[in-house]
């Protein structure tokens, strides 16, 4: 088994100078070319006193015990957004049965990978759900807040905006002005007064 006694971070770049293999041991994610150790690949640098198998490792040439050297990728695993979540999503594109939107964020956090949602026609809003107009609700380029209700297709999660903290939180009108929320359904361009649902 192994014991971590000190662990410290920074972000390496394949071929960056890691340390002396006097001083380190090479690790996961690192290559020696004497007598330098090499980072492999994008990371983040761990070094680390550590005993295997209850031995511990080889003095360096100071008299101290060697510390072991790794690079590893990623410091936490990626987020994907999960049934119930809250995400901010992108609108880009529309047609009469659903508003298709790129995921930016899950909750406060923003993704790093792609994930496309779908926003049906009923999942629109509570009240009335069969009189929804989608091209009223959404336009290409409005961002919203939804809800994941299920994870959907392959190619996409279904999202649903039918609760009142939920829907458009920034858009643009058609003149390209960004529009001020005047009701739970409408904005107004601030420019030409326009209302829109």
Known sequence: ?????????????????????????SGEGTYVIHPYIFSSVVGYKIVKDAQVGGESTPASSNGSKKQRVSVTKEKQPAL??????????KVVRVNPRHAQTRILCVGTTALRDNFRGI????????????????YKSFRPGDVVL???????????YE????????????A???SGETMIPISWKEMQCPKTKMIEE
Do not use: W
Not at 159 to 170: E, M, P
């Open 1 to 25: 088994f192994e014991v971590e006694m000190e662990q410290r971070e920074e972000t390496v770049v394949p071929g960056q100078k890691l340390g002396h293999v006097d001083d380190l041991e």
């Open 80 to 89: 994907v957004p999960e049934v119930k979540n809250i995400v901010t999503a």
């Open 119 to 134: 926003i049906r026609v009923e999942n629109v809003r509570a009240t009335e759900p069969d009189k929804v107009e989608i």
């Open 146 to 156: 939804a809800e994941v209700i299920s994870l959907g297709d392959s190619r996409s």
């Open 159 to 170: 999202l649903s905006t039918a609760r009142n903290d939920l829907g458009v939180v920034f």
């Open 172 to 174: 643009t009108s058609m």
